[in-house]
């Protein structure tokens, strides 16, 4: 399988616990972006990639939220100190830069915080 | 500020016919505008897209039109299938936003046999 990889796909924790996510993108796509999405909603941007240089973040991912993408493969999204309202699908998407429309998507990760 | 609309939360057709999904945006910014697909705990599926420079794009049974001056965009199935029933986003790029892209918040489609 050649896609977008998330892991976990379910994750319920407690209020105040660190969560950490993983993505594994397209092997090749050099860009990394990782989006959340809420009951109702449709995805909102947090933050991209370019290979291993967070370029921008959304005013959504607030000091409790903190991504990475060492050596330009993997991403990992921690959040720590985890709120209820925290409790979204996230997702990453993986593309080459300048082909947008070839942004390909994982399956997410559902968290929950109880 | 919901830059990307989709007022329609649900839309049901019958088999066969022709599905039209709308979608309205105001950032005069944005290039290119996308449809994605979701099923049930799936990622969202690229379905088609069109620039800016463009007012129709059609691939197979899906077309896409825009309407610059109005700032809407619709998505045509015709005909419609079982298969076709799911979350529909639209979704737009910004000339300057690095291509992220900013989502509508969806339209359930579902198509009645």
Redesign the interface.
């Known amino acids: 399988d050649t896609g977008v990889s998330q892991n976990p796909r379910h994750k319920i924790t407690k209020r105040g616990q660190n969560v950490t996510f993983r993505c594994d993108p397209i092997s090749e796509h050099n860009r990394l972006y990782w989006y959340r999405q809420t009951l109702g909603q449709g995805p909102e941007f947090l933050t991209y990639f370019q290979n291993e240089a967070q370029l921008e973040k959304s005013r959504l991912l607030s000091d409790r939220f903190s991504a990475e993408r060492p050596k330009g493969s993997f991403s990992t999204l921690e959040i720590q100190r985890t709120e209820q309202g925290d409790s979204a699908m996230y997702l990453c998407a993986s593309s080459l830069a300048g082909r947008p429309t070839e942004a390909f998507f994982g399956q997410g990760t559902r968290l929950t915080v109880v | 500020d919901q830059q990307?609309k989709?007022n329609s939360?649900s839309l049901s057709v019958q088999e066969g016919r022709i599905s039209i999904l709308n979608c309205d945006y105001t950032n005069s910014m944005f290039d290119?505008f996308?449809w994605?697909k979701k099923y049930p705990?799936?990622?969202?599926?690229?379905l088609i897209?069109i620039s800016s420079i463009k007012d129709k794009n059609e691939d197979g049974r899906f077309t896409v039109f825009l309407n610059k001056s109005a700032k809407h965009l619709s998505l045509h199935i015709v005909p419609s299938q079982p298969g076709d029933s799911a979350v529909y986003?639209c979704?737009a790029?910004s000339l300057f936003g690095?291509?992220?892209?900013?989502?509508?918040?969806?339209t359930r489609l579902t198509i009645i046999p």
């Open positions: 990307v989709q939360p290119y996308l994605y705990a799936e990622g969202p599926t690229f897209s986003f979704a790029r690095n291509e992220k892209l900013t989502f509508g918040t969806g």
